[in-house]
């Protein structure tokens, strides 16, 4: 069945008789170097493997803040070595809002991770080992919003957790912006741009939803600010990061000049999440690296 999945995407996503030969060789999710047939780029078995890596983080996040309780054990296995989950418990949500948006993105994140891999089929990565507790009190102390010594725990109230799914929403959408022109699939592609959709749509909510915070706290605004810092020390040289601005300035949706929104490299993705500027393999929120053949993070000059 998978294989007929991805022979039909191949015959329907090229143009040409030479297109859909081109992509039959390029195309091949049992590809164990990660790298298209010409040694020109990553794969489209490699890139979606490491779409997938980021969808277990978001919906092991989403799931236990909603929930208590992660993904089955059925959507966790496959290629790899299969990590456990630390931290993460039932978010206690005052604000009615909060908790019905966290319950519809949690969902959706799962339905991402069920898609992957069944479009991976036998080649989809096992859930890496996830880190949602340490990892986030290192991103907060690196972010200036705890002292030394301290805890940040991002299930103790509705504000933490926007906090936290700040610091995700934002990461999944400049990812996938930066994944798709290497997407030599069409079908693929599609698909990665209805989800970089949903998770654009998750990044408005969250970044509405800590504006109206805001303008209760106006500290809100410089936590987000602090945030989106860190983030742009830990990913290169570019300063695209943006926070959600200030009450009399505000600035929901974080793009360029022209209206659009930025994208990052897998590498540079990897330096978030890793929570480190260098060239890295493991570390922050994946204490043992993702699964697949895209694990290495760059250095911040690069």
């Not at 995407?9 to 091949?28: C, F, N, P």
């Amino acid at each position: 069945m998978v294989k007929r999945f991805i022979e039909d995407a191949i015959g329907r996503s090229g143009e040409s008789d030479d297109d859909r030969q081109k992509l039959g060789s390029m195309v091949d999710p049992s590809n164990s170097t990660g790298q298209s047939a010409d040694g020109s780029a990553p794969s489209d078995a490699a890139i979606l493997n490491f779409a997938l890596n980021l969808e277990y983080l978001e919906a092991e996040f989403y799931l236990r803040a909603t929930t208590g309780a992660g993904l089955p054990d059925e959507m966790t296995t496959g290629t790899g070595t299969r990590g456990d989950v630390t931290g993460g418990s039932a978010v206690n949500f005052s604000n009615p809002m909060v908790r019905k948006f966290a319950r519809e993105i949690a969902s959706d994140e799962q339905q991402h991770v069920a898609f992957l891999r069944a479009a991976l089929g036998e080649h989809a990565v096992s859930r890496p080992a996830i880190s949602l507790d340490a990892s986030f009190t290192a991103a907060a102390m690196a972010a200036g919003l705890i002292k030394s010594g301290e805890t940040f725990d991002p299930y103790a109230n509705d504000l933490n957790f926007l906090f936290a799914a700040f610091l995700f929403e934002d990461v999944g959408v400049s990812a996938l912006k930066g994944a798709a022109p290497m997407l030599s699939n069409k079908t693929y592609l599609d698909a990665s741009a209805g989800i970089l959709a949903t998770e654009a749509y998750h990044a408005g909510i969250v970044r509405t939803a800590l504006f109206s915070e805001g303008m209760i706290n106006e500290a809100v605004f410089a936590g987000v600010q602090k945030l989106s810092d860190a983030r742009n020390s830990l990913d290169g040289p570019t300063d695209d990061d943006q926070g959600i601005g200030t009450k009399d300035e505000p600035n929901f949706i974080p793009t360029d000049s022209d209206g659009i929104a930025y994208g990052r490299s897998a590498p540079a993705i990897l330096n978030v999440v890793y929570l480190n500027p260098k060239a890295v393999a493991s570390g922050g929120f994946y204490p043992s690296g993702i699964n697949g053949d895209i694990v290495m993070s760059a250095g911040a000059a690069a």
